[in-house]
């Protein structure tokens, strides 16, 4: 597959100066209002290259480049906004500026059908967009002399934001894994920008290792999956009914996860007063996280077969693999109900694009027999997020999730040895 | 002919013969077997326009009946044929596999059906009969096939476990699940209705004096409400033990009929736990049940039998056909016991007048057909026709009053 004409670029070295990042909401305030007032600008720019790329087939050059400004320092001040990079951004979003950056395609033709619908074809991507990003909301309701207010917050980048603060604060740097999620966020926006103000027609594209491509991949966690990325085929019939179909399978978990509850009280108890954790419980915890997989997989769309009710391993399209039981670390065990809880906002702002990526995948799937590559990846990454969350607060490991959406790679096993009898080795 | 078969013989014969005494014993009814009832001629009873609105909205909601049981047929026809290709879209065991086949079958019926089932609900609100929308119909029938989707996957769970341990003879101990089941529902079913106390202080006053009379006391009378989705009046006599309670819809108490009227109704409903019918209907159940159980197991032999997925699309349809051969037999039994509730409401109230007013008010509010076909009275009522009910307290009327 082509690569996208959008392509983020990430030189960011991870260290965040403590006080700008304490500061950082404030530091904005700038920004903000810039980027307020060239968003009304763009709104009518985007008009006027509209109608234009409908006559002429291609975006003016001037309007392009207008346009790639905008959509670069939109990129820059979220990548600032969220942690994602540490200097303070320019205001004319100028590339190779700022370690979050963005190469952006030279004004080409476009699809004039395209253009025509652009509006009603980038809500989907919008959608997705949505979820990774997030933001804040504010709503207040008054009855008489009673009121009431509520604020909300959504959306993966936000929640990155959120715990990367306290993190930059104590550490000083950001750490990696959600430094790749943010840029992820903010590399998919950006796509959906370039495509909904007419920089490119190419859509979206939502899988998260074509869009960190460059970035160096993380270790390989300990909990990770196995699947075949290029099994995209789903059958339309069982798409249709999928909620229906694992009500029985909703059910069992849900009867499992009973059991569970008691099993992991007795198990915690077991491994911090052992140190490791029971065998035959270990099995047990493992086979439940797995099931949890294989059936969010099948309800997701991220797998097309209906799943067995035993949480065998090998049998599943999208596996999982898990660690045996190994020795863990008992202040981690100790408190492990508390460290779980930066893991749990990452997974539960992962959950809602997971589900925006199934309900968009219903429909592609019901009319295509297949799911959409970049979905399914996104779908993958969510999924193998929720199942490190599970196996750390399930005390099948102690090493914690890792939120990248790059899959792992494995260390290498056995350094080389040169022997005095082996040939040295060859350069070239 | 050989010992076996002989033996064989002798054993049929025998189940044959303790099916029919519990038959027998199922069938007795307080209603006198020397009871004639009198021809009753529909036209003094209704309006030309009544019988021509009834008639008309009648001929409709058949034809769809027989359209949709042809459609089902033919799905799950199709479905016993090449059903089996859907087992390549699971990676679950024979039982899960099966449980997806099954679903997958019930799945498409529900595809197939849905545009009749909009017809049917498209006729109901050109009468009145129902104030549902459709996109809350659609949706509320999907919701529904989420429940059934839960319990056919149970009942093939059982099965299937029982079939893979127990080979072809899984019936035998499965029928007795089944039964348990069926009591199971019939006494939590009360409990998920949804229904509020009567308030009546009259209607709850003449109620336990009936209760007293018919030996039901305690008998709590409930509301349930459902004037939002529905015009139809009707009411219904639920649970076992401590769960039997009396329900009446608040369409059947907003004022359309008259006291007297409901008073048989409660009557009848009460008349409904006097005899037992809710205990006789699991009773009847479990002598469908074992011979119903063995021919599905006879039907997916050539299939590996029910221990495997293969069968499931097969027992579908085997399932239906015998629910379709049974459908005459299972409604006289019913119309047999609402006959004898009708008579147990006669006989408590004394009132055939008020009876006569009910059932004749039934056809504008209900647009049931007083008197319809004999092949639409064997195959769809499973209550005495409205004529049979007017005429059967005409005959009370006869007998005890002799007027």
Redesign the interface.
């Known amino acids: 597959m082509q690569a996208h004409p959008v392509q983020l670029v990430v030189e960011d070295d991870l260290r965040r100066n403590r006080l700008t990042v304490f500061f950082r909401i404030l530091l904005a305030i700038p920004h903000l209002i810039w980027v307020f007032l060239w968003t009304i600008a763009t709104f009518f720019v985007a008009i006027v290259t509209w109608v234009m790329t409908l006559i002429a087939g291609h975006p003016p050059a001037a309007l392009h480049r207008f346009m790639c400004s905008y959509i670069r320092y939109v990129t820059h001040l979220e990548a600032y906004l969220h942690l994602v990079g540490n200097p303070y951004p320019g205001f004319v979003g100028e590339e190779g500026e700022y370690p979050i950056d963005l190469r952006l395609p030279e004004p080409g033709p476009q699809s004039r059908v395209r253009t025509l619908f652009r509006i009603f074809l980038v809500l989907p991507a919008l959608v997705i967009s949505g979820v990774l990003l997030g933001g804040g909301s504010y709503s207040a309701s008054s009855k008489g002399s009673s009121g009431s207010a509520r604020y909300s917050s959504g959306g993966l980048a936000a929640a990155i934001a959120v715990l990367g603060w306290f993190a930059s604060l104590v550490r000083g740097k950001m750490p990696k894994g959600l430094r790749d999620a943010g840029a992820y966020s903010l590399g998919y926006t950006a796509q959906t920008l370039a495509y909904l103000l007419f920089v490119t027609d190419r859509y979206p594209y939502a899988d998260p290792t074509a869009m960190l491509d460059g970035v160096e991949p993380p270790p390989e966690h300990v909990v990770h999956l196995v699947r075949d990325p290029e099994d995209l085929r789903l059958?339309r019939?069982?798409v249709?009914?999928r909620?229906?179909?694992a009500?029985?399978h909703i059910?069992w978990l849900w009867l499992w996860a009973i059991a569970v509850f008691f099993t992991v009280i007795v198990q915690w108890f077991i491994t911090l007063f052992g140190g490791t954790p029971a065998a035959g419980l270990h099995r047990f915890l493992s086979k439940f996280v797995r099931q949890a997989l294989?059936v969010y997989a099948y309800i997701t769309l991220a797998a097309?077969?209906?799943?067995?009710?035993?949480g065998e391993t090998g049998?599943?399209?999208i596996d999982l693999v898990l660690p045996e039981p190994g020795r863990q670390n008992r202040w981690k065990t100790g408190f492990r109900l508390v460290l779980v809880i930066p893991a749990s906002i990452v997974s539960s702002a992962l959950s809602s694009a997971l589900f925006a990526a199934a309900v968009l995948t219903w429909f592609v799937a019901l009319a295509r027999g297949s799911a959409p590559a970049g979905l399914r990846n996104l779908s993958a990454y969510a999924l193998r997020y929720g199942a490190q969350v599970n196996a750390y607060i399930l005390l099948l490991t102690d090493a914690y999730p890792h939120a990248s959406p790059l899959e792992g790679v494995p260390e290498p096993q056995l350094a080389l040895e040169i022997t005095p009898d082996a040939p040295e080795p060859v350069a070239g | 002919m050989s010992r076996r078969h002989v033996a064989r013989a002798a054993l049929l014969v025998a189940l044959a013969a303790i099916w029919s005494v519990a038959a027998y014993l199922l069938w007795q009814s307080r209603v006198p077997s020397s009871l004639h009832l009198p021809h009753v001629a529909v036209d003094r009873y209704f309006t030309a326009s009544q019988l021509h609105a009834a008639s008309s909205y009648d001929r409709f909601s058949t034809i769809v009946w027989a359209v949709t049981v042809v459609v089902e047929l033919v799905v799950f026809a199709a479905y016993a044929r090449w059903g089996m290709r859907f087992a390549r879209e699971s990676a679950a065991g024979p039982i899960g596999t099966g449980l997806m086949l099954g679903m997958i079958g019930f799945a498409l019926l529900w595809l197939a059906e849905l545009p009749f089932d909009v017809a049917a609900l498209w006729w109901q609100r050109r009468h009145h009969l129902t104030h549902t929308g459709y996109v809350s119909y659609i949706f509320g029938n999907w919701i529904a096939l989420g429940a059934q989707f839960v319990f056919l996957c149970l009942a093939l769970a059982i099965v299937m476990g029982l079939a893979r341990r127990l080979g072809n003879w899984w019936w035998l101990p499965a029928a007795p699940v089944f039964v348990a089941l069926a009591t199971l529902s019939a006494f939590v079913t009360p409990y998920l209705l949804g229904t509020h106390p009567l308030r009546d202080p009259v209607l709850l006053r003449q109620a336990r004096t009936l209760e007293r009379i018919e030996h039901v006391q305690h008998t709590p009378i409930v509301v349930q409400p459902v004037r939002n989705v529905t015009s139809l009046p009707n009411a219904e006599a639920t649970g076992l033990g401590p769960s039997r309670r009396v329900v009446l819809w608040d369409t059947l108490i907003d004022g359309r009929f008259t006291n007297r009227e409901l008073r048989v109704v409660i009557a009848h409903e009460l008349g409904h736990l006097a005899r037992n019918h809710i205990w006789k209907d699991v009773g009847w159940y479990a002598l469908f049940a074992f011979p119903g159980a063995y021919l599905i197991a006879r039907a997916t032999r050539r299939r590996g039998g029910m221990g495997q997925p293969e069968a499931v699309p097969l027992a579908l349809l085997a399932l239906v056909v015998l629910g379709l051969l049974a459908l005459p037999l299972q409604n006289a039994i019913s119309r047999h016991m609402e006959a004898e509730a009708d008579w147990m409401a006669l006989q408590t109230t004394h009132d055939p007048t008020a009876a006569v007013g009910l059932f004749r008010r039934f056809v504008p509010t209900t647009l049931d057909e007083p008197d319809p076909s004999t092949w639409e009275y064997l195959v769809l009522e499973n209550h005495p026709t409205i004529a049979q009910r007017i005429a059967m307290a005409q005959a009370w009327r006869l007998r005890y009053s002799g007027r």
């Open positions: 059958s019939l069982t249709f009914f909620l229906l179909l009500i029985p059910i294989h097309n077969l209906f799943p067995g009710f035993s049998v599943y399209p």
